[in-house]
């Protein structure tokens, strides 16, 4: 049994008919390399890079901007075999999935954040990119001049302290989670952040346990209000509860516990088993999957 699922960010999908393509093409390029019999990680990398690529998400290439109007992104990879990789706060890199990669694969270390990350993926090869585009230029400059953000009560106060500082709705983070015919489950997240965060704010893409997180039962990545699903540790809960319970079992538990914490987020997943689930408390999620060579997608 072999399965892909992915998603694209939850929250308000204001490009639904885009996202819908991009999730399926994501999708498309992910299994195919789970039906050659390859490996999940090389699956979800290779989904979560085409999602990165895609401006319409954010992460990548479509990351929102913080304060200093940069793009400042994190990501975070893990497998069911316990290995774990992960980059915070890194700029100027086209794909940080890969280079959360290559912290797990060559390095002793976990995380590395902001310059750190920078020059460990300078080391490894990777080319300088640009990621900003002038749509979330033009979005964040409407949001400073709204000076209300409804995910951080204090922007008012904010900017005001980082408008001398300045070069110059969205829940957006991407995720895929795989297992492959070796009974290895594979996951991988990546965002470019909340719009208008502070400079050096990681979220819950780069924790393990609350973005990513991955078992020898289960697999999950989630997306949405970073500092509530690393308080809650999301994924991780979702993969304890994937001992005793299917995995949309898991997950529709979890999302009723953190409805009542008003935690806005979403989460996809899968088990051993081959079953995927997934679930939100956001006004939508843009995701989708392969089963049994067929695609569904949301």
């Not at 892909?4 to 393509?21: N, P, S």
């Not at 069911?80 to 002793?108: Q, W, Y």
């Not at 994924?235 to 949309?248: F, G, M, P, R, S």
């Not at 997934?278 to 060579?293: N, P, R, V």
């Amino acid at each position: 049994m072999i399965a892909l699922i992915v998603h694209g960010g939850a929250g308000k999908i204001e490009e639904k008919e885009e996202a819908r393509r991009g999730i399926e093409k994501t999708l498309i390029k992910g299994w195919e390399i789970l039906a050659k019999n390859g490996k999940a990680i090389d699956a979800v990398c290779t989904a979560v890079c085409e999602l990165e690529d895609n401006p319409v998400f954010n992460a990548g290439t479509g990351s929102v901007l913080n304060l200093l109007f940069e793009v400042e992104m994190d990501a975070s990879i893990m497998t069911s075999e316990g290995h774990f990789g992960a980059c915070g706060a890194i700029k100027n890199i086209k794909n940080p999935i890969l280079v959360a990669r290559k912290i797990m694969e060559e390095t002793d270390h976990l995380l590395l954040v902001g310059e750190g990350a920078n020059m460990f993926a300078k080391a490894m090869g990777f080319s300088e990119y640009n990621p900003k585009t002038e749509k979330e230029i033009e979005k964040l400059k409407k949001l400073i001049e709204k000076g209300e953000n409804f995910y951080f009560p204090n922007f008012k106060k904010l900017i005001e302290l980082y408008k001398n500082l300045k070069k110059e709705e969205k829940y957006g983070t991407v995720g895929a989670c795989a297992l492959d015919y070796y009974g290895v489950i594979a996951v991988a997240t990546s965002t470019g952040g909340i719009r208008g965060k502070l400079p050096g704010r990681i979220g819950d893409s780069a924790i393990i346990g609350a973005g990513t997180y991955a078992t020898p039962l289960a697999g999950v990545s989630a997306t949405g209000h970073g500092e509530s699903i690393v308080k809650n540790f999301v994924a991780k809960e979702v993969c304890e509860l994937a001992k005793n319970y299917d995995i949309q079992t898991a997950i529709n538990i979890v999302m009723e516990e953190l409805k009542k914490k008003n935690c806005l987020c979403g989460v996809i997943g899968l088990d051993i088993k081959g079953n995927i689930g997934h679930g939100y408390t956001t006004k939508d999620m843009a995701w989708g999957f392969i089963k049994d060579g067929k695609m569904i997608v949301f």
